[in-house]
């Protein structure tokens, strides 16, 4: 249980376009999840806090036009990249705080995180 | 805002006992976590400390003075596979939305040898 999935694991896209990564909580429903970034061997930042039903809550500094977050659902959160540039390449993860449909016993703070996408921007 | 601060590299060898320590700054705590990642995946969860004091789950333990704003991690009988970075984390509570949220630290890249 408790596993969290992105989609696409990887993407290439040409400069200006938009890209759009999924991620999905496939065995619990999570109605706050988390996207972050990750840029080579360094940490991970937070960008933006997203709530079933309702706007995200972006980070300091981050672009909520260029980044657009969309959680309609209970086990469904999106991030839209647009008009991406070469310095958005970077790893995205998402991570996602169960609310319920967990047979275990899950510690109150626990994030389950997803594989990861890295996008690169050419 | 929120400051974490952790050592950037640890060596050692299989078997040994090695401490990565997590000094951090921040309002609105609630909890240090730590996670480990492997070079291409995603972070795995590790352990979360509310309290002070020392959580043991198998080979590895977690520390938190709330006091000192100071944690530690502690990893005992060290494999190979334990070669990987090592993130603390706190678990703060943002005033204007009233959420909680993960802010990650600045990593620890443990390197084991045979």
């Known amino acids: 249980g408790a596993v969290v999935s992105q989609h696409p694991s990887w993407v290439i896209c040409k400069s200006g376009t938009s890209v759009k990564i999924e991620c999905r909580s496939l065995?619990?429903?999570?109605?706050?999840m988390f996207w972050y970034r990750q840029f080579p061997k360094q940490s991970l930042m937070l960008m933006a806090t997203s709530n079933e039903g309702s706007k995200a809550t972006y980070e300091q500094g981050v672009e909520k036009d260029k980044f657009l977050i969309n959680h309609a659902s209970l086990t469904l959160s999106t991030l839209t990249v647009t008009s991406a540039h070469p310095e958005d390449s970077s790893f995205y993860i998402c991570s996602a705080r169960a609310t319920r449909g967990l047979a275990r016993r899950v510690p109150y703070n626990e994030q389950f995180f997803g594989p990861g996408t890295r996008l690169t921007v050419l | 805002g929120q400051s974490l601060e952790q050592p950037s590299e640890v060596t050692a060898v299989e078997g040994a006992i090695v401490q990565i320590n997590c000094t951090y700054q921040?309002?609105?705590?609630?909890?240090l976590s730590w996670y480990q990642q492997h070079d291409g995946g995603a972070p795995t969860f590790l352990s979360y400390?509310?309290?002070?004091g020392l959580e043991e789950t198998g080979r590895f333990s977690s520390f938190l003075s709330r006091s000192d704003s100071y944690g530690y991690l502690l990893l005992q009988e060290l494999q190979m596979k334990d070669s990987a970075s090592y993130f603390c984390a706190v678990l703060v509570l943002t005033m204007n939305t009233g959420f909680q949220k993960l802010v990650f630290g600045t990593g620890t890249r443990l390197l084991v040898s045979p």
């Open positions: 065995d619990f429903q999570a109605t706050t």
């Open positions: 400390n509310a309290l002070d």
């Open positions: 921040t309002s609105g705590f609630y909890g």
